[in-house]
């Protein structure tokens, strides 16, 4: 009996590892050619001319984070329905990586906007003042 619990243990944590999946590209056409944003993992709105695309993303939860390098002479063309909102209005993502910045570097480097999610509670941009970097991530409320 103890050998079957310490299997089935095994299994639903090997399980577990298996619905986060992490992914890299060096540009966004080799993340479109990838399928990712057919999948939904990438919007489309990501300008072509993207590099360094990192993301993370739950298969379970619907939950992800992008980050992705930019041009400053590239323009990110979000749909109409974002608006800007204030850092203490947005929320954390869930998963969390060494790439993705730490909330002080958030607050003080990035310009927010949020949009009505699909398939979590929300859905953030922040656009670095700096121009050059972009994060996206889908997240529910903590």
């Given at each position: 009996m103890r050998v079957i619990f310490v299997l089935m243990l095994g299994i639903s944590v090997t399980a577990c590892s298996w619905e986060t999946l992490d992914s890299s590209y060096?540009?966004?056409?080799?993340a479109v050619d990838a399928g990712m944003v057919e999948k939904g993992w990438i919007p489309a709105w990501v300008p072509q001319d993207a590099t360094d695309l990192r993301e993370v993303h739950n298969l379970?939860?619907?939950v992800s984070e992008l980050s992705f390098a930019k041009p400053t002479t590239s323009q990110v063309r979000l749909p109409p329905d974002w608006r800007q909102v204030a850092h203490a209005d947005v929320f954390p993502p869930w998963i969390g990586r060494d790439w993705w910045p730490d909330d002080d570097v958030l607050a003080?480097?990035?310009?927010?906007?949020?949009?009505?999610?699909d398939h979590t509670?929300?859905?953030f941009v922040a656009i670095s003042?700096?121009?050059?970097?972009v994060l996206h991530w889908r997240t529910y409320a903590r």
């Open positions: 060096g540009t966004a056409k080799a379970d939860s619907n003080r480097s990035y310009t927010f906007f949020q949009c009505r999610a509670e929300y859905r003042k700096a121009g050059d970097r």
